[in-house]
T-cell receptor, first 112, second 112 residues
């Protein structure tokens, strides 16, 4: 029979648009959050991280927003490019533990 | 700057055979992580080491799996005997204290 795998949510955008990828976490004790990008055939690549004492952090073309009240994390990519097409994972952890808990990922498709 | 290096990149073998996956972490990093990625279960942490000492192996699926880190620059993940359900992409990651984990490009393992 047909195998059932994880359903990856997909976000399709046009080149030049801004992209927003969302993530919910469940552990209210988490105090460190991180986003990774995974291209086909490669390992996850670090994009940006944020600690719980901040609610916003900016990098090059990327911004991470943290809302601890509702346990929500988002990644904003400005002026999305075809090279941004990948699967994006959020992960969180608690101080004192080294284990990152990864989300299931969101596939970003950027069309020219 | 060499990243995390994994070998082999691809491995195809018959069930029952022993499989050894290798990882060279980034020089100076003191923590090393082994992950498994499948469509069904996503990215799962198998085991991690701090200063070459295994800290948490609760993610290791069963006794057929073992991992070692004989020195700061080398780790192995061994499966003996291998089974078809072990087919997955296995990632190694390393980090320095309070820094993000950096991933290798993985070993794609197929057990026939």
């Amino acid at each position: 029979g047909e195998s059932v795998g994880l359903h990856l949510p997909t976000l399709s955008v046009q080149e030049g648009d801004n992209s927003i990828i969302n993530c919910a976490y469940s552990n209210s004790a988490s105090d460190y959050f991180i986003w990774y990008k995974q291209e086909s055939g490669k390992g996850p690549q670090f994009i940006i991280d944020i600690r719980s004492n901040m609610d916003k952090r900016q990098g090059q073309r990327v911004t991470v927003l943290l809302n601890k009240t509702v346990k929500h994390l988002s990644l904003q990519i400005a002026a999305t490019q075809p090279g941004d097409s990948a699967v994006y994972f959020c992960a969180d952890k608690n101080t004192g533990f080294q284990k990152l808990v990864f989300g299931t990922g969101t596939r970003l498709l950027v069309s020219p | 700057d060499a990243g995390v290096i994994q070998s082999p990149r691809h491995e195809v073998t018959e069930m029952g055979q022993e499989v050894t996956l290798r990882c060279k972490p980034i020089s100076g990093h003191n923590s090393l992580f082994w992950y498994r990625q499948t469509m069904m279960r996503g990215l799962e942490l198998l085991i991690y080491f701090n200063n070459n000492v295994p800290i948490d192996d609760s993610g290791m699926p069963e006794d057929r799996f073992s991992a070692k880190m004989p020195n700061a620059s080398f780790s192995t993940l061994k499966i003996q005997p291998s089974e078809p359900r072990d087919s997955a992409v296995y990632f190694c990651a390393s980090r320095d204290s309070n820094q993000p984990q950096h991933f290798g490009d993985g070993t794609r393992l197929s057990i026939l």
